[in-house]
């Protein structure tokens, strides 16, 4: 009788925090940083975008690339970082891989036809700035969610413009927003907060069952899945972890595949790293393979189902009962 009444319990909750969700706007500060593969980039940011925008009635998205945009305009953006947002202009990222089109205001009707709403998207300069700094650009754009995806760059192999996507993270953490570091966001999470990654030998490329401890089989990410089938990409390994995190499951070649970040009383935060890839549907392997951007041997190594959809609406489910 009394496991009957938590069951009905939990059930209620989650019905009031979707019905919660559904009458308030989101803004999302999306680390952006596979957008020159537009299938894993703008593709995957769907895939990653699409339960909150479900659950919400209206979605704005800060896409940052600061992998792109130049010394001049992160300036200007660190000069503001306390008052407005900088828009981002084709002039501000002078790298930008001229195979995907520079659009300031993105558009996507995958998106506008699950939100009930309006969704929004649109570039703005990210400021290279330390943590503190951050956090006051952070609170002052009324951001609620932060998610860092893969990239082609490597943790290991640092590049300048990281540092201030680090301290993003470490801003997030510190304000307890909920946050969600995918493969290389998962590793800059990590090292963030003091973990070490490293880089293997070769790298990995496969579809296989994350084995969650008993932390893992209690986390919120995984909920209703007892052996989560993940698909990995990747060469740049965490070994070391952070010391307010915590490990929720592992694989064969990776022990530290999925971490939750901690508070300063150890209280578990909303924040989690994925060094696997969830955003990565079927549809866009398909697709990547007709745009040349994988081979179809390649492919092979992805062709098992994966509950990536499933772990992304769960991240969306305990956004929804945040805010």
Not at 165 to 180: D, F, H, I, Q, Y
Not at 192 to 201: E, Q
Not at 227 to 246: E, W
Not at 265 to 277: A, D, K, S, T, V
């Amino acid at each position: 009788m009394v496991l009957w009444w938590v069951g009905f319990l939990a059930i209620i909750d989650g019905i009031y925090a979707f019905r919660m969700a559904m009458v308030r706007g989101l803004r999302v500060a999306l680390l952006d940083l596979l957008v020159e593969r537009s299938e894993f980039g703008h593709g995957g940011n769907v895939e990653i975008l699409s339960p909150l925008a479900k659950m919400f009635s209206n979605l704005d998205v800060l896409l940052l690339t600061p992998q792109f945009q130049s010394s001049d305009i992160g300036v200007r953006a660190k000069q503001h970082s306390d008052s407005e947002l900088i828009q981002l202009v084709k002039e501000d990222v002078p790298t930008w891989d001229e195979d995907f089109p520079f659009v300031a205001f993105p558009t996507d009707s995958e998106l506008q036809q699950v939100c009930s709403g309006e969704i929004t998207m649109q570039r703005v300069a990210l400021p290279p700035a330390d943590t503190s700094t951050l956090k006051k650009w952070l609170r002052s754009n009324s951001v609620d969610v932060v998610i860092c995806t893969g990239s082609r760059s490597n943790v290991s192999m640092w590049e300048p413009w990281m540092e201030g996507a680090a301290s993003l993270l470490r801003a997030a953490v510190s304000l307890k927003l909920p946050t969600l570091g995918i493969c290389f966001g998962h590793q800059l999470l990590c090292h963030a907060l003091g973990g070490d990654v490293v880089r293997n030998k070769s790298r990995t490329d496969l579809v296989v069952e994350l084995q969650l401890n008993e932390v893992g089989h209690n986390d919120e990410i995984f909920a209703n899945l007892s052996s989560p089938v993940c698909l990995f990409t990747h060469q740049d390994h965490v070994v070391g972890l952070p010391k307010q995190a915590a490990v929720l499951g592992s694989t064969g070649h990776n022990p530290l595949a999925s971490v939750r970040i901690l508070g300063e009383q150890n209280e578990l935060l909303p924040i989690w790293g994925l060094q696997f890839h969830p955003e990565a549907a079927k549809n866009l392997i398909e697709r990547s393979v007709h745009l040349g951007h994988i081979s179809a041997e390649e492919s092979k190594a992805f062709e098992r189902e994966h509950d990536g959809a499933a772990i992304l609406s769960n991240f969306a489910a305990v956004v929804a009962k945040i805010y």
